[in-house]
């Protein structure tokens, strides 16, 4: 049964200025819909066929273009298309609960998704903007929690609520764009871009929300639209081997794989998902991976705990591991967060381990920390869903923290 539905002779509307549709309770959130499937709902929804390309492609300029939240400012529509779209249809993105600021610039939105039951709030997800010179990276998520329970990470102390639509995951990028004043009535020179690149390293296992994650990172890299290039968009997976070379095929993004440990009997603690992939396999999968060069390397993730796989010994089993794969690797000094069973290792020990990669020929930048003192740092994401309820957050404050 449709949503809402334009009666026949008014599929003309903006031409013949028929009567607008009545809305129904539930609106349609076109966010996150491609362009067939946008032009799918506008045909239910009555819009004439000879002139549902031209629409679909107003609404899409309309909402990644120029980053419009209703159809008011879509001035390419008729008043009356404008007026029936905007009963029917929503451009909501997620709800901004809390932001935070670091001192080195980092900011987190804790967000708030919409909820599928009347009268209760729905799940919330964090999302991190990271300023660096000449560039800025936003972290974002694909799950609420997770379900890998990965020991260092602070995400895994929370179980998997669920996934994220394709438009939940670009809502993500629109609301930073709008808090950073990047859309072009801000004022802001168009060139002057402050989301210059995405890292799928939130919440969550991207390669377990698949198809939502597929869909959401073709929307953002849409020349037509948010048009940033899947070059400038790194996934990261903590091994889920059957999906990595698909994700090569029909995502097309840079990778970077989750990595932390050089046996299995370390990585089987540190990263419970390699008892059912195993170091060979997933390192297999990878010298697998579509498009695999020099120019497109894939970046193996490496957190620095103390005494546990930071010794010279562990760098050079490294470096043969990676042997014929190009690759970067990122040493991540580790990020605590209250409980959490490791330390990180001191900083001689990651300069020594830094070293060997570095004269084995890899590229091996340490991560400098960033957002620690708002929990926004890698390791450090966690919602506020199952930690307080919004009567408990006034009492007593809590930094929330994720991936």
Same mark, same amino acid.
Request: a neutral charge; one cysteine or more; charged letters at 25%.
């Given at each position: 049964?449709?949503?809402?539905?334009?009666?026949?002779? &008014? *599929?003309?509307?903006?031409?013949?200025?028929?009567?607008?549709?009545?809305?129904?309770?539930? %609106? #349609?959130? /076109? @966010?996150? !819909?491609?362009?067939?499937?946008?032009?799918?709902?506008?045909?239910?929804?009555?819009?004439?066929?000879?002139?549902?390309?031209?629409?679909?492609?107003?609404?899409?300029?309309?909402?990644?273009?120029?980053?419009?939240?209703?159809?008011?400012?879509?001035?390419?529509?008729?008043?009356?298309?404008?007026?029936?779209?905007?009963?029917?249809? &929503? *451009?909501?993105?997620?709800?901004?609960?809390?932001?935070?600021?670091?001192?080195?610039?980092? %900011? #987190?939105? /804790? @967000?708030? !998704?919409?909820?599928?039951?009347?009268?209760?709030?729905?799940?919330?997800?964090?999302?991190?903007?990271?300023?660096?010179?000449?560039?800025?990276?936003?972290?974002?998520?694909?799950?609420?929690?997770?379900?890998?329970?990965?020991?260092?990470?602070?995400?895994?102390?929370?179980?998997?609520?669920?996934?994220?639509?394709?438009?939940?995951?670009?809502?993500?990028?629109?609301?930073?764009?709008?808090?950073?004043?990047?859309?072009?009535?801000?004022?802001?020179?168009?060139?002057?871009?402050?989301?210059?690149?995405?890292?799928?390293?939130?919440?969550?296992?991207?390669?377990?929300?698949?198809?939502?994650?597929?869909?959401?990172?073709?929307?953002?890299?849409?020349?037509?639209?948010?048009?940033?290039?899947?070059?400038?968009?790194?996934?990261?997976?903590?091994?889920?081997?059957?999906?990595?070379?698909?994700?090569?095929?029909?995502?097309?993004?840079?990778?970077?794989?989750?990595?932390?440990?050089?046996?299995?009997?370390?990585?089987?603690?540190?990263?419970?998902?390699?008892?059912?992939?195993?170091?060979?396999?997933?390192?297999?999968?990878?010298?697998?991976?579509?498009?695999?060069?020099?120019?497109?390397?894939?970046?193996?993730?490496?957190?620095?705990?103390?005494?546990?796989?930071?010794?010279?010994?562990?760098?050079?089993?490294?470096?043969?591991?990676?042997?014929?794969?190009?690759?970067?690797?990122?040493?991540?000094?580790?990020?605590?967060?209250?409980?959490?069973?490791?330390?990180?290792?001191?900083?001689?020990?990651?300069?020594?381990?830094?070293?060997?990669?570095?004269?084995?020929?890899?590229?091996?930048?340490?991560?400098?920390?960033?957002?620690?003192?708002?929990?926004?740092?890698?390791?450090?994401?966690?919602?506020?869903?199952?930690?307080?309820?919004?009567?408990?957050?006034?009492?007593?404050?809590?930094?929330?923290?994720?991936?």
């Amino acid at each position: 049964m449709p949503v809402l539905t334009f009666m026949a002779q &008014s *599929l003309d509307i903006a031409h013949k200025g028929s009567s607008v549709p009545v809305a129904t309770p539930a %609106r #349609k959130n /076109l @966010l996150g !819909l491609d362009r067939e499937e946008l032009g799918a709902v506008l045909a239910e929804a009555g819009v004439a066929p000879r002139e549902i390309k031209m629409r679909v492609g107003q609404i899409w300029n309309g909402i990644y273009t120029r980053g419009l939240q209703d159809f008011s400012g879509m001035t390419a529509l008729s008043k009356d298309l404008r007026a029936a779209f905007g009963t029917q249809f &929503s *451009l909501s993105r997620p709800e901004i609960v809390t932001e935070q600021k670091s001192v080195d610039g980092t %900011r #987190k939105w /804790l @967000l708030r !998704l919409a909820s599928d039951k009347p009268g209760i709030p729905g799940p919330e997800v964090e999302a991190v903007y990271i300023p660096e010179e000449g560039r800025g990276t936003l972290c974002i998520s694909s799950q609420v929690g997770c379900t890998l329970t990965c020991t260092f990470c602070h995400t895994g102390t929370q179980k998997l609520v669920r996934n994220l639509t394709a438009g939940e995951i670009v809502g993500q990028l629109m609301v930073a764009r709008d808090a950073l004043g990047e859309w072009p009535n801000s004022g802001r020179n168009s060139d002057d871009r402050m989301v210059t690149n995405i890292v799928m390293m939130g919440m969550g296992e991207p390669l377990y929300n698949f198809d939502n994650v597929r869909a959401a990172l073709d929307i953002i890299s849409d020349g037509e639209g948010l048009s940033l290039s899947k070059r400038r968009i790194t996934l990261s997976t903590s091994g889920v081997v059957p999906e990595i070379v698909r994700a090569g095929e029909e995502i097309g993004s840079m990778l970077a794989i989750s990595l932390h440990a050089v046996n299995d009997e370390t990585r089987n603690k540190l990263v419970p998902l390699n008892k059912k992939y195993p170091i060979a396999e997933l390192l297999e999968a990878c010298r697998n991976y579509p498009g695999l060069s020099n120019a497109r390397r894939i970046t193996f993730e490496y957190v620095m705990l103390k005494g546990v796989n930071d010794s010279i010994e562990d760098a050079k089993s490294l470096v043969r591991l990676l042997k014929g794969i190009p690759a970067k690797i990122n040493l991540i000094p580790f990020n605590p967060w209250p409980g959490s069973p490791y330390e990180c290792s001191d900083w001689p020990t990651i300069e020594k381990f830094a070293d060997v990669v570095n004269r084995a020929g890899y590229a091996s930048p340490v991560r400098t920390p960033r957002g620690r003192d708002i929990m926004a740092a890698c390791g450090q994401l966690k919602s506020e869903t199952v930690k307080a309820r919004a009567s408990e957050r006034f009492k007593q404050p809590e930094t929330s923290q994720a991936h």
